[in-house]
T-cell receptor
Protein backbone atom coordinates (compact mmCIF):
# COMPACT_ATOMS: atom_id res chain seq x y z
CA UNK A 1 0.00 0.00 0.00
CA UNK A 2 1.28 3.43 -1.00
CA UNK A 3 1.69 5.48 2.13
CA UNK A 4 3.63 7.91 4.26
CA UNK A 5 4.44 6.59 7.72
CA UNK A 6 5.49 8.52 10.78
CA UNK A 7 6.86 7.30 14.09
CA UNK A 8 6.10 7.71 16.85
CA UNK A 9 2.45 8.69 16.60
CA UNK A 10 2.41 10.09 20.13
CA UNK A 11 5.30 11.30 22.23
CA UNK A 12 5.62 12.94 25.62
CA UNK A 13 9.08 14.22 26.46
CA UNK A 14 10.84 16.74 28.65
CA UNK A 15 12.58 19.97 27.79
CA UNK A 16 16.04 19.50 26.34
CA UNK A 17 15.87 15.79 25.59
CA UNK A 18 16.78 15.23 21.95
CA UNK A 19 14.24 13.40 19.86
CA UNK A 20 13.72 12.28 16.29
CA UNK A 21 10.43 11.80 14.46
CA UNK A 22 10.86 9.50 11.50
CA UNK A 23 9.07 9.84 8.18
CA UNK A 24 9.16 7.31 5.40
CA UNK A 25 7.37 7.02 2.05
CA UNK A 26 7.20 4.04 -0.28
CA UNK A 27 6.08 5.87 -3.43
CA UNK A 28 9.51 6.93 -4.73
CA UNK A 29 8.53 10.58 -4.34
CA UNK A 30 11.09 13.30 -4.91
CA UNK A 31 9.56 15.97 -2.66
CA UNK A 32 9.08 15.68 1.09
CA UNK A 33 8.10 18.20 3.72
CA UNK A 34 7.39 18.68 7.41
CA UNK A 35 4.58 20.79 8.90
CA UNK A 36 3.36 21.64 12.34
CA UNK A 37 -0.29 22.28 13.10
CA UNK A 38 -1.37 24.56 15.93
CA UNK A 39 -4.88 25.80 16.79
CA UNK A 40 -5.71 29.05 15.03
CA UNK A 41 -2.52 28.97 13.00
CA UNK A 42 -3.26 26.23 10.50
CA UNK A 43 -0.32 24.26 9.16
CA UNK A 44 3.07 25.86 8.93
CA UNK A 45 5.93 24.45 6.94
CA UNK A 46 9.10 23.63 8.88
CA UNK A 47 11.46 22.23 6.25
CA UNK A 48 11.15 20.73 2.82
CA UNK A 49 13.31 18.69 0.49
CA UNK A 50 13.13 18.81 -3.30
CA UNK A 51 15.36 15.73 -3.61
CA UNK A 52 18.01 13.68 -1.88
CA UNK A 53 20.61 15.87 -0.13
CA UNK A 54 18.59 19.00 -0.95
CA UNK A 55 16.74 20.62 1.94
CA UNK A 56 15.46 24.12 2.57
CA UNK A 57 13.79 26.09 5.29
CA UNK A 58 10.09 26.64 5.47
CA UNK A 59 8.39 29.33 7.52
CA UNK A 60 9.20 28.02 11.01
CA UNK A 61 12.56 26.17 10.95
CA UNK A 62 13.94 27.41 14.29
CA UNK A 63 14.66 24.60 16.70
CA UNK A 64 14.42 21.85 14.07
CA UNK A 65 16.83 19.94 11.87
CA UNK A 66 16.27 17.60 8.97
CA UNK A 67 18.30 15.38 6.70
CA UNK A 68 17.57 13.63 3.41
CA UNK A 69 20.22 10.99 2.92
CA UNK A 70 17.97 8.69 0.97
CA UNK A 71 14.86 9.31 -1.07
CA UNK A 72 12.37 7.48 1.11
CA UNK A 73 13.27 8.94 4.53
CA UNK A 74 13.07 12.45 5.90
CA UNK A 75 13.52 12.52 9.69
CA UNK A 76 12.72 15.57 11.80
CA UNK A 77 15.15 16.20 14.64
CA UNK A 78 14.54 18.33 17.71
CA UNK A 79 17.98 18.76 19.30
CA UNK A 80 16.70 20.48 22.44
CA UNK A 81 12.92 20.49 22.54
CA UNK A 82 11.06 23.26 24.32
CA UNK A 83 7.41 23.52 25.39
CA UNK A 84 6.63 25.83 22.45
CA UNK A 85 7.34 22.89 20.15
CA UNK A 86 4.36 21.05 21.56
CA UNK A 87 2.28 20.50 18.45
CA UNK A 88 0.86 18.10 15.89
CA UNK A 89 3.44 17.30 13.23
CA UNK A 90 2.79 16.08 9.70
CA UNK A 91 5.15 14.71 7.12
CA UNK A 92 4.11 14.78 3.46
CA UNK A 93 5.47 13.78 0.08
CA UNK A 94 4.64 14.36 -3.57
CA UNK A 95 5.99 12.87 -6.80
CA UNK A 96 8.07 15.76 -8.12
CA UNK A 97 7.01 19.05 -6.67
CA UNK A 98 4.76 20.57 -4.10
CA UNK A 99 2.42 21.82 -6.84
CA UNK A 100 1.27 18.24 -7.18
CA UNK A 101 -0.95 16.40 -4.75
CA UNK A 102 0.73 15.90 -1.42
CA UNK A 103 0.32 12.65 0.48
CA UNK A 104 0.30 13.20 4.20
CA UNK A 105 1.35 10.94 7.00
CA UNK A 106 -0.99 10.26 9.93
CA UNK A 107 0.58 12.89 12.18
CA UNK A 108 2.67 12.82 15.34
CA UNK A 109 1.31 14.42 18.50
CA UNK A 110 4.21 15.81 20.55
CA UNK A 111 4.00 17.14 24.10
CA UNK A 112 7.10 18.77 25.58
CA UNK A 113 6.95 19.27 29.35
CA UNK B 1 6.21 36.46 1.43
CA UNK B 2 2.92 34.91 0.49
CA UNK B 3 0.05 34.88 2.95
CA UNK B 4 -3.21 32.94 2.98
CA UNK B 5 -6.21 34.06 5.00
CA UNK B 6 -9.33 32.14 5.88
CA UNK B 7 -11.60 34.61 7.62
CA UNK B 8 -14.25 32.10 8.72
CA UNK B 9 -13.05 30.08 11.72
CA UNK B 10 -16.31 28.10 11.70
CA UNK B 11 -19.15 27.45 9.29
CA UNK B 12 -22.23 25.28 9.44
CA UNK B 13 -24.60 23.87 6.85
CA UNK B 14 -27.66 21.67 6.73
CA UNK B 15 -27.33 18.32 5.04
CA UNK B 16 -28.10 18.56 1.29
CA UNK B 17 -27.57 22.33 1.28
CA UNK B 18 -24.71 24.31 -0.26
CA UNK B 19 -21.96 26.09 1.63
CA UNK B 20 -19.08 28.30 0.52
CA UNK B 21 -15.78 28.60 2.36
CA UNK B 22 -13.69 31.71 1.76
CA UNK B 23 -9.97 32.07 1.16
CA UNK B 24 -7.91 35.07 0.13
CA UNK B 25 -4.21 35.20 -0.53
CA UNK B 26 -1.53 37.75 -1.14
CA UNK B 27 1.22 37.31 -3.70
CA UNK B 28 3.17 39.27 -6.26
CA UNK B 29 3.57 36.21 -8.46
CA UNK B 30 1.49 35.52 -11.55
CA UNK B 31 1.92 31.78 -11.75
CA UNK B 32 1.02 29.64 -8.76
CA UNK B 33 -1.18 26.82 -7.52
CA UNK B 34 -3.97 26.85 -4.98
CA UNK B 35 -5.38 23.94 -3.02
CA UNK B 36 -8.16 23.01 -0.66
CA UNK B 37 -7.34 20.25 1.82
CA UNK B 38 -9.80 18.50 4.11
CA UNK B 39 -8.92 17.27 7.59
CA UNK B 40 -11.65 15.08 9.15
CA UNK B 41 -11.59 14.14 12.85
CA UNK B 42 -9.18 11.32 11.98
CA UNK B 43 -6.62 14.14 11.30
CA UNK B 44 -5.71 12.64 7.94
CA UNK B 45 -5.11 15.42 5.38
CA UNK B 46 -6.88 14.83 2.08
CA UNK B 47 -6.64 16.91 -1.10
CA UNK B 48 -10.07 18.15 -2.15
CA UNK B 49 -9.31 20.27 -5.18
CA UNK B 50 -6.43 22.00 -6.97
CA UNK B 51 -6.36 25.09 -9.17
CA UNK B 52 -3.61 26.32 -11.48
CA UNK B 53 -3.49 30.10 -11.63
CA UNK B 54 -2.91 30.32 -15.36
CA UNK B 55 -6.09 28.38 -16.04
CA UNK B 56 -9.17 30.56 -16.29
CA UNK B 57 -11.58 27.72 -15.77
CA UNK B 58 -12.61 26.99 -12.22
CA UNK B 59 -11.70 23.51 -11.01
CA UNK B 60 -14.46 21.06 -10.06
CA UNK B 61 -14.41 17.66 -8.39
CA UNK B 62 -17.87 16.13 -8.11
CA UNK B 63 -19.74 18.14 -5.45
CA UNK B 64 -16.75 20.42 -4.84
CA UNK B 65 -16.01 23.45 -6.98
CA UNK B 66 -14.01 26.62 -6.61
CA UNK B 67 -14.56 30.23 -7.51
CA UNK B 68 -11.12 31.48 -8.49
CA UNK B 69 -10.89 35.25 -8.85
CA UNK B 70 -7.27 35.94 -9.75
CA UNK B 71 -7.51 39.74 -9.78
CA UNK B 72 -9.19 39.75 -6.40
CA UNK B 73 -6.83 37.03 -5.08
CA UNK B 74 -9.78 35.04 -3.89
CA UNK B 75 -10.21 31.25 -3.94
CA UNK B 76 -13.46 30.06 -2.38
CA UNK B 77 -14.66 26.47 -2.10
CA UNK B 78 -18.28 25.57 -2.75
CA UNK B 79 -19.65 22.31 -1.43
CA UNK B 80 -22.95 21.31 -2.99
CA UNK B 81 -25.40 18.76 -1.60
CA UNK B 82 -23.50 18.70 1.70
CA UNK B 83 -23.15 15.33 3.37
CA UNK B 84 -22.41 14.38 6.97
CA UNK B 85 -19.04 13.09 5.82
CA UNK B 86 -18.07 16.58 4.68
CA UNK B 87 -17.76 17.69 8.30
CA UNK B 88 -14.09 18.53 8.77
CA UNK B 89 -11.52 21.26 9.02
CA UNK B 90 -10.79 22.75 5.58
CA UNK B 91 -7.49 24.39 4.71
CA UNK B 92 -6.69 26.62 1.79
CA UNK B 93 -3.07 26.51 0.59
CA UNK B 94 -0.81 28.32 -1.88
CA UNK B 95 2.46 27.52 -3.65
CA UNK B 96 4.48 29.35 -6.30
CA UNK B 97 4.88 27.62 -9.65
CA UNK B 98 8.60 28.37 -9.68
CA UNK B 99 11.29 30.70 -8.41
CA UNK B 100 13.29 30.67 -5.21
CA UNK B 101 10.36 29.71 -2.97
CA UNK B 102 9.13 26.96 -5.28
CA UNK B 103 8.94 24.32 -2.58
CA UNK B 104 7.23 26.45 0.05
CA UNK B 105 3.60 25.73 0.75
CA UNK B 106 1.59 28.25 2.74
CA UNK B 107 -1.64 27.26 4.48
CA UNK B 108 -4.49 29.32 5.83
CA UNK B 109 -5.70 29.07 9.41
CA UNK B 110 -8.49 26.63 8.59
CA UNK B 111 -12.30 26.63 8.69
CA UNK B 112 -14.22 24.10 10.75
CA UNK B 113 -17.29 22.93 8.84
CA UNK B 114 -20.19 21.41 10.74
CA UNK B 115 -22.92 19.58 8.84
CA UNK B 116 -26.31 19.31 10.55
CA UNK B 117 -28.62 16.40 9.71
Amino acid sequence: EAQVTQNPRYLITVTGKKLTVTCSQNMNHEYMSWYRQDPGLGLRQIYYSMNVEVTDKGDVPEGYKVSRKEKRNFPLILESPSPNQTSLYFCASSPYAVRETQYFGPGTRLLVL
Amino acid sequence: AQTVTQSQPEMSVQEAETVTLSCTYDTSESDYYLFWYKQPPSRQMILVIRQEAYKQQNATENRFSVNFQKAAKSFSLKISDSQLGDAAMYFCAYVNAGGTSYGKLTFGQGTILTVHP
